[in-house]
Structures are given as structure tokens and as C-alpha cells.
């Protein structure tokens, strides 16, 4: 058993332990308040470790945006570049588009003018026939008037054919005639 004087130290003991814990209960319950605190700060610590996770990947497709964008700048200047050629080029062809023009203009006109003289002209044997010129073609040999037009051989009526770009038929008499209308001659057969 415990002695009176035991008992008194036991029980200043357990006051003082009291007194301790009393005096402690403020800072426990701060500590508490910490441990909430920190759950609270650890919670805080994921939701931006997952939004700076969601900055990452958004930066990452910037990059990659920026990346394609510099590709798609240098495809285009490319291009603009080819195009700044080719206009060029173009530039420098319209000259001598332009003087084809003129010459083909001249030469149809040229032409309406050989037909309307044959239309009007060519009425006897020894009529000239002012002869067609189809573009820049080497013009084969020509019969120099009705008469040999009308004495041509199937070999020259041929050529003449394939020059004009009239299809050949059966009847050499038909191609002959063709080649006349064709030049504005109204009939190779003449009276004369």
C-alpha cells in the first residue's frame, strides 16, 4: 500500500499532468487544425499538380500547332514563290502571244479576202486559185488554177486533204469539189 506522503506526490502528479493537459488542449486541438490543414494543402497540391499536368499537354499542343503553322507558312511561301514564277513566265510569254494573235488575225483575214477573191473570180479554166494558208503548215504543191484542180491525181488530192484537215472520201470528183468550197471556189466545173 501507499503511504499518505506517496499518495499526495501521486495525486500533485496527476494535477500537474492535468494542468499540463489543460494547457496542452489548445495546442492539440491546433494540431488538429494542422492535420486538417495539411490534408486541406495536400488536396490544393494534386489539383494543381493536375492543372499544371493540363498546362504541360495545352503547351505540348501549342507547340505542335506552331510547328505545323511554321510548315504550313513555309509551303506557302513556297508556292507563292512558284506562283511569282509562273507569272513571270507568263509576263514574259504575252509578247509574243500577242503577235501570234496579230498573225493569226492577219491571216484569216488574209484568207477571207483569198476566198472571197476565188468566190468571185475563179469562174474559167484558167482561173488562178488563191490558195488558203493553214497556220504555220508547210503548204504542200498546188494546182495552179481550176484547170489543174480538175486534173489532179488522187495523191495530190490527198495531200491537199490532209492540209485542210478535210477527211478523204470514196469519190475522188467529191474530194476535188470539197477542196474548191473549202478555198471559195463555188465549182470547179467550169464552162470555159
Given at each position: 500500500?501507499m ?51 493540363n ?15 511554321k ?44 476566198r ?30 481550176l ?33 474548191a468550197?473549202?478555198?471559195?471556189v ?7
Amino acid at each position: 500500500m501507499m503511504s499518505e506522503a506517496e499518495i499526495k506526490e501521486f495525486a500533485r502528479n496527476i494535477k500537474a499532468t492535468g494542468q499540463f493537459i489543460d494547457e496542452s488542449a489548445t495546442e492539440l486541438s491546433q494540431i488538429g487544425n494542422l492535420n486538417e490543414a495539411r490534408n486541406e494543402l495536400m488536396r490544393e497540391i494534386k489539383n494543381i499538380s493536375s492543372k499544371l499536368t493540363n498546362l504541360e499537354s495545352n503547351v505540348t499542343s501549342i507547340k505542335t500547332e506552331f510547328t505545323e503553322m511554321k510548315t504550313d507558312i513555309t509551303q506557302i511561301k513556297s508556292e507563292f514563290t512558284e506562283m511569282k514564277t509562273d507569272i513571270t513566265q507568263i509576263k514574259s510569254e504575252i509578247p509574243e502571244m500577242k503577235f501570234q494573235i496579230d498573225l493569226n488575225f492577219i491571216q484569216s483575214e488574209e484568207n477571207t479576202n483569198k476566198r472571197l477573191f476565188n468566190s468571185l473570180l475563179c469562174l474559167t479554166q484558167d482561173s488562178k486559185i488563191a490558195w488558203i494558208q493553214m497556220g504555220y503548215d508547210v503548204m504542200p504543191e498546188m494546182p495552179k488554177n481550176l484547170y489543174s484542180l480538175r486534173n489532179a491525181h488522187r495523191n495530190q488530192i490527198t495531200v491537199i486533204c490532209h492540209y485542210y484537215k478535210i477527211p478523204p472520201s470514196e469519190s475522188l470528183i467529191g474530194d476535188k469539189q470539197a477542196i474548191a468550197e473549202f478555198v471559195g471556189v463555188q465549182n470547179i466545173r467550169t464552162h470555159h
